[in-house]
């Protein structure tokens, strides 16, 4: 694979939140994320144990992921008693229009997980799409996660909870 072709993470930081404001406001995406002041100050001040980086096509920066172990008391909060606790709940935002479609998100997610699997705690990755957003959990599935079933999360309406098995109890 050349490296016009390689897909990478990099490291978010401050400068980064312009680039991700204006992705956030974009047709695509803004569908998705009607409260993008959210985003942006969760990226300005992760939460503690959260990590997050821009992901990279081509030498470019063409979207946005974040991720962050849960507790037992936000997964019981949502009635997502199925997942254990220090599971890594994953958002990704593929901010460039013209990388949508074309497999660059699942790729993304791929060295993602990767990089969990390397801490033994953690039992599972989630993603929790809006379960109208169908091409995402298209890409998803793509990227290895399977769609557990539908739930109702306050201020979001009715996701789909995508998971994947790290392998570990």
């Known amino acids: ?17 312009p680039l991700l404001s204006e992705w956030l406001a974009r047709p695509h995406a803004a569908r998705w994320h009607p409260e993008p002041d959210v985003w942006i100050e969760y990226a300005l001040n992760p939460l503690i144990g959260g990590a ?5 096509f081509g030498g470019r920066p063409i979207g946005y992921m974040r991720w962050r172990k849960v507790g037992r008391e936000t997964l019981d909060s949502l009635g997502l008693y ?15 229009a013209d990388c949508v479609g074309r497999g660059l998100g699942p790729r993304a997610l791929s060295l993602l997980v990767e990089r969990l699997r390397q801490d033994a705690a953690i039992p599972l990755v989630g993603l929790s799409p809006s379960v109208e957003n169908v091409a995402a959990q298209c890409a998803y599935a793509n990227a290895g996660f399977e769609k557990l079933r539908e739930y109702e999360a306050p ?15």
């Open 1 to 17: 694979m050349s490296d016009a072709e390689t897909v990478s993470l990099r490291p978010f930081d401050a400068a980064h939140a």
């Open 52 to 56: 997050q980086a821009l992901i990279i």
């Open 82 to 96: 199925e997942i254990p606790a220090g599971s890594v709940d994953v958002d990704i935002l593929i901010g460039e």
């Open 155 to 169: 201020g979001f309406g009715r996701l789909a909870l995508m998971v994947l098995r790290l392998g570990r109890r």
